[in-house]
């Protein structure tokens, strides 16, 4: 599966983003979905996960509340609504998938946990 993330930009402090992840290729409901994001010198983390029905997700405890993943399979693909986003939200946002999605989506909150990359989407919050 090919995977492209769009959406990003440049936003104050408490705007609202909303990116998005076109995948294609194979069957899309076969494959878990995520986003990760990685900031300046920092090691990349889960953000966000969704089942393959998107009935099930999974959010890191500094998102909660604030981000909302979810996922159209009739059109394949992922997004990601941020809202109240922080400056600390600035990161490069990647969408990932793995076909390997045979347990809860909480399990799948590392990358190595997944196959396919995006090639990630700038997201920058200033104060």
């Known amino acids: 599966v090919q995977l492209q993330a769009s959406g990003g930009g440049l936003v104050q402090a408490g705007d609202s983003l909303r990116l998005s992840c076109a995948a294609s290729g194979r069957t899309f409901t076969r494959y878990v979905m995520a986003w990760f994001r990685q900031a300046p010198g920092k090691e990349r983390e889960i953000v966000a996960a969704v089942s393959q029905s998107g009935g099930s997700t999974y959010y890191a405890d500094s998102v909660k509340a604030r981000f909302t993943i979810s996922r159209d399979n009739a059109k394949m693909s992922v997004y990601l609504q941020a809202n109240s986003l922080k400056p600390e939200d600035t990161a490069v946002y990647y969408c990932?998938?793995?076909?390997?999605?045979?347990?809860?989506?909480?399990?799948?909150?590392?990358?190595?946990?997944?196959?396919?990359w995006g090639q990630g989407t700038l997201v920058t919050v200033s104060s």
């Open positions: 990932a998938a793995t076909s390997r999605g045979y347990f809860s989506v909480a399990y799948y909150n590392t990358g190595d946990k997944y196959e396919y």
